[in-house]
């Protein structure tokens, strides 16, 4: 593995509080040297990636992604999931369980493990069902899946409605360490809904899905974890009331940790016209008093990370009537430049996006995978490398990943990965970035 340079970028690294002009090398797979104006080692073996004017992350870091595989390779694979995620900035992504068959089993976790080993371009770290095959009724094997490498457990897709299911669960994650990572919907109150329920739904003639769905549930988990002391983490917190129980439940020392989507954030449910399924998730896009709910929590650091919930689709499944189309957003490629919305529009600062994207997540991931989520030497060369003033316009035709799924579809995004390293390998560039073969005594120049 040659080593490289990354010469000239602006270095932000808000793990460490950095925010400066200046290079750093990779070689052996980690960040070796840092620098802002000092020359680095001497060493003849490197090739250099100039990025003046471009911004100098650690990798991205998403916490809630499907894969799909195994099962429904039609919709994705892991290894056309990782390639997506690697054009979206991403080194470190968590995948779901809802497979075919789920991920319940030390066994579906090594064939995830092996299949990310040899197919994928980023770090996969799976998460292990709650419930055996996901259906809510008795505990999955959860210390056998730690053993096996899971990050956290989930029944995502299927809200555990099973209150004691749910207390033992959390009274693991008390013992075993690992976050309980639940989708906070109450189905019994809407059974079949579509969208947002509201004045949009009323007037699409849409069952909605109301928001007390969520807050109920989320109210629920938060109040068992104070109970028996477990570790709760939120799936894709969209509701202004689910904010404020989560923003309580810190205060008085809860263990609960959260996450928000880019959709969630950025979009409402005005885009939903009855006919664009693109734009039917779960949960549904909701009100702009919603979004700026969800705005604060981050500020507030009362939701944590940003995670894409990357679920991708065939255009077959997505086809025809909306209330028939399955729910989901294709996410990785398109998150940072719908982000970055926020950060050209005031509402979020360039320091706190990123953080919610890396050193957040990492935090809740541990150190058992090394330390990510930080460009400091010794680390992981997970490296992330964009272009905050870039415009693009959303082209799904040129997607890595296989679903195509996504409501901004034609947009205009302000923000783009221009290039992607995981773990010292250059595993996405931009056609504009061009890695350049330098004699030492030039390169110094640079730095």
Known sequence: MKALLISGGRIIDPGRGVDEVGSLLIS???ISWLGNGQAMPSRSDYAVLPAQGLAVCPGFIDLHCHLREPGFEEKETIASGTRAAARGGFTTICCMPNTNPP??????????????ATEGVVRVLP?????????????????????????????????????????????ASRALG????????????????????GIVSARLGLKGMPAAAEWLMVFRDLALAQLVGGWVHIAHVSTAGAVDFIRHSKEIGVRVTAEVTPHHLTLTEAMVTGDNTAAKVSPPLRTERDIQALIQGLKDNVIDVIATDHAPHSEADKRGEFSQAPFGISGFETALG?????????????????AKLTCQPARIIGD???????????????????????????????????????????????????ATISRGELVYQDESIKVEEKEPEKVKRRV
């Open 368 to 418: 058992k995978y090394g330390k990510l989520g930080t460009l400091a030497v010794g680390a992981p060369a997970d490296i992330t490398i964009f272009d905050p003033a870039r415009d693009w316009v959303v082209d799904t035709g040129a997607f890595a990943s296989k679903g195509k799924n996504t409501p901004l579809a034609g947009s205009v995004l302000k923000g783009r990965v221009m």
């Open 127 to 171: 998460i292990g069902c709650i419930s055996k095959g996901r259906e809510g009724k008795e505990l999955a094997p959860m210390s056998e899946l730690v053993a096996a490498g899971v990050m956290g457990f989930s029944d995502d897709g299927s809200p555990v409605l099973n209150s004691p299911l749910m207390r033992q669960a959390l009274e």
């Open 103 to 116: 991920l319940d089993n030390p066994a579906t976790i090594e064939y995830v493990r092996s299949k990310a």
């Open 338 to 354: 719908s982000l970055m919305g926020l950060v050209h529009s005031g509402q979020l600062s360039l320091a706190t996006l990123i």
């Open 178 to 197: 690992l976050p309980i990572i639940d989708h906070c919907e109450d189905t019994t109150l809407f059974g079949g809904g579509y969208m947002n329920e």
């Open 28 to 30: 052996g797979g980690k």
